[in-house]
């Protein structure tokens, strides 16, 4: 039996700005988004769609903290909670 690594799945999840777990919108797909730390990109592990910064930003409507965002290679926005260049308000829905 493999044991499933529960903390890499909630670091490596694809998040909203509201904290909600964010779906592939590709075709015929259900998919959950992942985060991979090493290409830095989203992707669906279902069609294997995959999202660039850039593109993540648009499709989740995301609104950063600042430009820096932009070329940062974490995971937005669950990066929040890490965060060494703003500070972010503590009641964003990141930080619980």
């Known amino acids: 039996m493999r044991q499933h ?4 799945e909630w670091q490596n ?3 909203d700005e509201d904290g909600n777990v964010v779906d592939c ?3 015929s797909c259900s ?6 730390p090493a290409k830095a990109i989203w992707f669906c592990p279902e069609c294997w769609k995959e999202f660039d910064r850039n593109d993540y ?3 989740i409507g995301a609104q950063p903290p600042g430009s820096y965002c932009m070329s ?4 937005y926005p669950f990066c929040k909670k890490t965060c060494i260049h703003y ?10």
């Open 5 to 8: 690594d529960m903390y890499n």
């Open 13 to 15: 999840s694809a998040y």
């Open 25 to 27: 919108d590709g075709y």
């Open 31 to 36: 998919g959950e988004l992942k985060w991979d």
């Open 57 to 59: 930003f648009f499709y």
């Open 72 to 75: 940062c290679s974490e995971n």
């Open 87 to 96: 500070d972010i308000d503590p009641n964003d829905p990141m930080m619980d």
